[in-house]
């Protein structure tokens, strides 16, 4: 009797024991999950639609948005430029944080930054290969008239200007297409400026005179004789003389000669308009026979009324092409 008494005390402690060891476990506890944060709905952030979208998604769409490459137009030529080259940095961190607070929508400015020294040296380079000299018309003689090449405007790259204009586009991520500017310089010599120019046909005795490439007037002239002819080449009026003295010059055909003055009979007429071809010139004359033949002795003889004229239209300078034709 004493040993199962014993027996049920001690089943009765061990019930006790394991009573306290049941309670001091934890309650079960039971996983709950909460929805990401999202952007207000109509929200844009630089020019970007992020309502509705979570923080990573919202902050992804802002940076692909800003790191669209941008275009530049010089004239007809297209420059594609992505804008990791300028060090772009984004605070899209703190831009997001905003956004997720404000009101729907609202409409939130965002401005990255770049690197200042690297846009300037990219529109530096940008300018040494777009900038040009401006390049002048040429005065050529083909099929014995004369030919003016096309001339070219200088172009210079405003850079100031265009450095402003890439950095406004980059820290605002609009990527609008930045049209290039620049200041042009027109060539000294130009089709239309190119002026007078004289043609000489020694074999058939004509004088043209052009206005670059077109025609003003023809005449009838005198060249050099056999014995003393007309140079062929390319040459300029270096002078004009009106009312001219005439003096012997020292060749054997005008030995014992004595200078003429102004006036009647004079042998250069009332107009001298001497080449850079020593002793040679343009002038009138009052032998007007002579005109149509190679009488003279290397000059080019004119009646005396139409030196004149042309004595009016042509300047030191003009460049005077003799041909044999």
């Not at 476990?25 to 309502?51: C, E, K, Q």
Request: charged residues 15%.
């Amino acid at each position: 009797m004493k040993r199962l008494v014993s027996f049920l005390i001690v089943l009765l402690a061990a019930g006790v024991l394991a009573s306290a060891v049941l309670a001091d476990d934890p309650p079960p506890t039971t996983t709950t999950t909460t929805a990401p944060t999202l952007v207000p709905l109509g929200v844009t952030l630089g020019g970007v639609a992020i309502g509705g979208l979570d923080a990573d998604t919202a902050a992804q769409a802002v940076l692909d948005s800003f790191g669209r490459s941008l275009t530049l137009r010089v004239e007809t030529t297209t420059v594609q430029v992505v804008p990791s080259l300028f060090a772009l940095s984004v605070p899209i961190d703190s831009a997001i944080a905003r956004a997720l607070t404000v009101e729907p929508n609202t409409t939130l400015g965002l401005r990255a930054s770049v690197n200042a020294d690297l846009v300037r040296s990219f529109v530096a380079k940008l300018a040494t290969r777009f900038d040009r000299k401006p390049v002048s018309s040429r005065l050529l003689l083909r099929t014995l008239k004369p030919y003016v090449t096309k001339s070219e405007a200088g172009r210079t790259i405003n850079q100031s200007l265009t450095t402003r204009d890439l950095t406004d586009e980059l820290v605002h991520g609009t990527r609008a297409p930045i049209r290039v500017q620049s200041m042009f310089r027109e060539a000294p010599v130009t089709e239309k400026t190119i002026g007078p120019v004289i043609v000489i046909r020694r074999g058939s005795n004509r004088l043209t005179l052009y206005n670059g490439e077109h025609v003003v007037r023809q005449f009838g002239v005198a060249t050099g004789q056999a014995v003393y002819p007309t140079p062929l080449g390319k040459f300029r009026i270096v002078v004009k003389w009106k009312n001219p003295w005439w003096y012997p010059p020292a060749s054997p055909w005008a030995k014992g000669e004595k200078p003429v003055p102004p006036g009647p009979g004079n042998p250069l007429g009332t107009r001298w308009m001497g080449l850079s071809a020593p002793g040679v010139g343009i002038h009138g004359t009052p032998q007007d026979g002579s005109i149509g033949y190679s009488l003279s002795h290397g000059c080019i003889r004119m009646h005396i009324p139409q030196a004149e004229w042309l004595f009016e239209h042509v300047d030191v300078g003009t460049p005077v092409y003799i041909v044999s034709a």
